[in-house]
C-alpha cells in the first residue's frame, strides 16, 4: 500500500497525534508536502515526537514499517534516540533553527541485527501558528553503500601500496595486520597464518582480538575442524566458515561470532 493509504487505515485516537481532526494546520500542510514529494522525507511531531514518513523512507525504516507510522521516534530506534538523536530533535525545536549532518554513522537496528547505517539528514523545525515548534521535518538519503564502499577502497588501496616491494612473508603480514588493525569497522578480528613445516600453521600476526592458538597443527585443541578448512581453503581457492572461538580460546568479546578463512 502506498504510504497515504496506510496513513488514512491508523487509529490516530490511540497514538500520541489523536484524530486527524485535532491536528494543527502546520501538521497537515506538512506532511501533504511530504506525502507528495519522492524524496525520503519523515516527521517527528509533538513531545512524543510521533513519526510520520513517506514512501521514501520506508526503507530507511526497514521492517519497522509500517509498524513505525504514528509511534513515538523512542519506541521505534531506542538504540539511537539516547544518542544522538534525542539531541539533535530537542536542539531544533529548542533552538528553531536547522542542521544539516553529513554523513552521520548510527546502529540502527532495522530488521532484526544491528546495522552500520550513514545518512545525510536535513532537520527543519515545523512552526506552529504562535511561533513555536511543534515538529521536525527530516530530509533524509541513506549513504551507507557509498560510505562503506570508500571505506573498503581505501582499505584495499593502503594495503597494496603498503606490501608494495616487500621481500618475505613475515614482513607482509605484520603490514597487513598493521593496516587491518587501523579499520576495526570493516575487520574487527584477523588472524595471518604461515606454514612453517608440513602440517603445522603458526601465527604471524594478528589484528583486534589475540588469537588464543598461536600455532595450529595436529596436536591443537579443534585442530582437526580447522586444519581440515585450512586444507579446503587452500585447495579450492575459496573461503570457508568455522566459530572464531576455535582460534581466539573463547575471547569473542560478545561480538565475533564466526571467523573466515581466506587463502592468501
Request: some cysteine.
Amino acid at each position: 500500500l502506498a504510504t497515504g493509504e496506510l496513513l488514512a487505515g491508523i487509529e490516530w485516537a490511540a497514538t500520541p497525534l489523536g484524530p486527524p481532526e485535532s491536528w494543527p494546520g502546520p501538521l497537515v500542510d506538512t506532511l501533504r508536502l511530504m506525502l507528495t514529494s519522492e524524496h525520503g522525507m519523515a516527521l517527528y511531531w509533538g513531545t512524543e515526537f510521533a513519526t510520520l514518513y513517506n514512501l521514501g523512507s520506508s526503507p530507511i525504516v526497514g521492517a519497522k514499517h509500517p509498524w513505525a507510522l504514528g509511534r513515538p521516534y523512542k519506541d521505534v530506534f531506542p538504540e539511537v534516540w539516547a544518542h544522538p538523536v534525542s539531541s539533535h530533535f530537542h536542539y531544533v525545536i529548542d533552538t528553531r533553527k536547522s542542521m544539516l549532518i553529513p554523513d552521520e554513522p548510527l546502529i540502527m537496528e532495522r530488521h532484526g541485527f544491528p546495522e552500520q547505517c550513514y545518512f545525510d539528514s536535513s532537520f527543519q523545525p515545523v512552526l506552529l501558528d504562535d511561533g513555536t515548534a511543534g515538529g521536525v521535518l527530516q530530509i533524509i538519503t541513506e549513504t551507507t553503500g557509498r560510505v562503506l564502499g570508500e571505506r573498503r577502497l581505501r582499505l584495499l588501496s593502503e594495503t597494496g601500496a603498503r606490501t608494495a616491494g616487500l621481500l618475505t612473508p613475515d614482513e607482509v603480514a605484520h603490514v597487513v595486520a598493521e593496516v587491518l588493525g587501523s579499520y576495526p569497522e570493516e575487520i574487527p578480528f584477523m588472524g595471518l597464518y604461515l606454514a612453517s613445516e608440513p602440517g603445522k600453521l603458526r601465527l604471524a600476526a594478528s589484528a583486534g582480538l589475540q588469537p588464543a592458538a598461536e600455532e595450529v597443527s595436529g596436536s591443537t585443541a579443534d585442530a582437526s575442524e580447522i586444519v581440515a578448512r585450512l586444507a579446503q581453503v587452500a585447495a579450492e581457492g575459496a573461503p570457508a566458515t568455522l566459530p572464531a572461538a576455535s582460534l581466539t580460546g573463547g575471547n569473542t568479546a560478545g561480538q565475533h561470532t564466526a571467523a573466515s578463512w581466506l587463502p592468501v
